[in-house]
């Protein structure tokens, strides 16, 4: 089992940035591709980014590329989403996920662990 808790989560305007953290726990961390989804009010959740294990390789979704990173540090057992230049339209619960997988699918089905999330309210 893997545990996963978010936090960093907040209201900002629009332009400002919040940087999300997640602690996982339970197994050995680092061989996880850790990710984050988002999922806003009447709306399916949705992928947002993901970091291999060693994090020599990230993947975005196209609405955040450019204004968000994730990152990882494996001696923390944390990833983080670093977003920027945050829009109204990215106002939503925030999910850490987990991935047995080395190369797993970019959406809800490829993840085997969640997080219970962090709201982020972008107002403008």
């Known amino acids: 089992q893997v545990q996963l808790v978010e936090s960093g989560g907040g209201s900002v305007q629009d332009g400002g940035s919040l940087r999300l953290s997640c602690v996982a726990s339970g197994r050995t961390v680092s061989s996880l591709t850790l990710g984050w989804f988002r999922q806003a009010p009447g709306t399916e959740r949705e992928f947002v980014a993901v970091?291999?294990?060693?994090?020599?390789?990230?993947y975005y979704a196209d609405s955040v590329k450019g204004r968000f990173t994730i990152s990882r540090d494996n001696a923390k057992n944390t990833v983080y989403l670093q977003m920027n230049s945050l829009k109204p339209e990215d106002t939503a619960a925030y999910y850490c996920a987990a991935a047995l997988s080395i190369r797993p699918r970019l959406d809800v089905g490829g993840m085997n662990y969640w997080g219970k999330g962090t709201l982020v309210n972008v107002s403008s």
């Open positions: 970091i291999t294990w060693g994090g020599g390789r990230a």
